[in-house]
């Protein structure tokens, strides 16, 4: 039987709760499953800080460089805050995706029937979503130089960002949303802002170029930024890839993710290119106001199990029986606290945990 390494990086506050709940969810798989899965575990984050001295230490490094896939739970906390810039736990989250040039950060929306009341926009704009944000993540005005503040003679201050991209770098990201665009509903909408900014006009036509090479069986949509803001809220399943730079596509996948209710339900993924072990975690951060109470929800992180089922190891099958083992556990109304609803059942991380290994089937 093949068989695949995956190193789990727990980090801080609720990361090693919903982490514990997907190991039980990689048990089961590597059970039941045609890939065998074995697991290690790294420091990361504040916690790795408290061990090492640095929240990103060499050796997570090496054995992240080693796995076949990374799965994360979240960095951060009170504790930390302190700390000189260099020192603080979410170093340790930019240093791996750096490190690994994980380029592409795939945030999916899914909005499950269940769930659709949870939501602030009403149940029949958000029921049955299912979109995906496909956002470049290591170029753009995030990582643009010049950038800086600097003092002006007469005393007032300049403070500014560099918007940059190569024509590889918005390529590459473009392969990816075609090719997920070819495994959903064969949509693309590129979002830029290319009525102001020559940088994302380049974009547009990169793009373009793309799609008439290599991709014409994809349909391919354009809108800029403002629009595709309002249009999420006001319809968001007119959408099926959105594909879109650095800092629109931060603004845009928040938005995205309040569609569907709770945080505690948003899985994501960071890829690179073909080989490099790709970094699966929950959307929400580590969530020290509810960390060690066994209130955590841990479906993002279990889903986030599944997208790496689905894309790093082309599990698809399987990935697909999680996804329903999870919509089964809500359907029979099963609640962790942040998606408590009336007449639901309350429970905690670890019972959502069994009740999702239990609808995987029998041990
Ligand atoms: P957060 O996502 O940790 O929490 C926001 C709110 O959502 C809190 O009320 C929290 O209790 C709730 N929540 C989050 N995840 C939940 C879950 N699984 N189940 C139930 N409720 C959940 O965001 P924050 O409070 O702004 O940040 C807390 C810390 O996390 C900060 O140090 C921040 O820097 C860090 N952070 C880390 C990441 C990451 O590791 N990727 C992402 C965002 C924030």
Same mark, same amino acid.
């Given at each position: ?42 420091? /990361?984050? #504040? ?8 929240? &990103?230490? @060499? ?22 805050? #302190? !700390? ?44 049955? !979503? ?61 979002? @830029? ?86 970094? &699966? ?7 020290? @106001? /509810? ?58 991380? #670890? ?13």
């Amino acid at each position: 039987m093949p068989s695949k390494h995956i190193l789990l990086l727990p980090g801080d506050g609720i990361g090693p709760e919903v982490v514990a709940e997907t190991e039980k969810v990689i048990g089961w798989f590597s059970q039941h499953g045609p890939v065998k899965f074995t697991t290690s575990m790294a420091f /990361i984050g #504040g916690s790795a800080y408290d061990a090492t001295g640095t929240p &990103f230490p @060499d050796e997570t490094l090496a054995k992240a460089r080693k796995a076949d896939a990374i799965l994360l739970g979240a960095v951060g906390g009170p504790k930390w805050e #302190g !700390l000189p810039y260099g020192s603080r736990p979410e170093r340790g989250l930019l240093g791996l995706r750096k490190e690994l040039g994980l380029f592409a950060n795939l945030r999916p929306a899914l909005c499950y029937d269940a769930l659709a009341d949870a939501s602030t926009l009403k149940r029949d704009v958000v029921a049955g !979503l299912d979109i995906i944000i496909v956002r470049e993540l290591t170029g753009g005005i995030y990582f643009g130089q010049p950038r800086g503040v600097e003092q002006l003679p007469d005393g007032t201050r300049r403070g500014f960002n560099t918007e940059v991209y190569t024509s590889p770098e918005v390529t590459r990201i473009a392969r990816v949303a075609f090719e997920l665009a070819k495994k959903r509903q064969r949509r693309v909408c590129s979002v @830029d802002k290319a009525n102001v900014l020559e940088c994302t006009e380049m974009w547009r036509e990169e793009v373009i170029a793309v799609h008439k090479e290599s991709y014409r069986d994809v349909d391919l949509s354009h809108m800029y930024v403002d629009n595709a803001a309002m249009q999420l809220v006001r319809n968001p399943k007119q959408f099926d890839v959105i594909v879109t730079t650095n800092m629109f596509g931060d603004i845009l996948s928040d938005i995205a993710s309040q569609l569907t209710g709770s945080l505690g339900m948003l899985p994501s993924a960071s890829m690179g290119e073909p080989g490099t072990p790709g970094v &699966f975690e929950p959307v929400h951060g580590s969530a020290p @106001d /509810i960390a060690g109470k066994g209130i955590a929800n841990p479906i993002a992180t279990i889903l986030s199990f599944a997208m790496m089922l689905k894309y790093s190891f082309e599990l698809v099958q399987e990935a697909h029986h999680l996804e329903r083992a999870v919509m089964h556990v809500l359907d029979q109304g099963l609640r962790t606290a942040d998606i408590m609803q009336p007449g639901m059942t309350r429970v905690g991380t #670890g019972e959502m945990g069994d009740a999702i290994v239990k609808a995987l089937g029998p041990n």
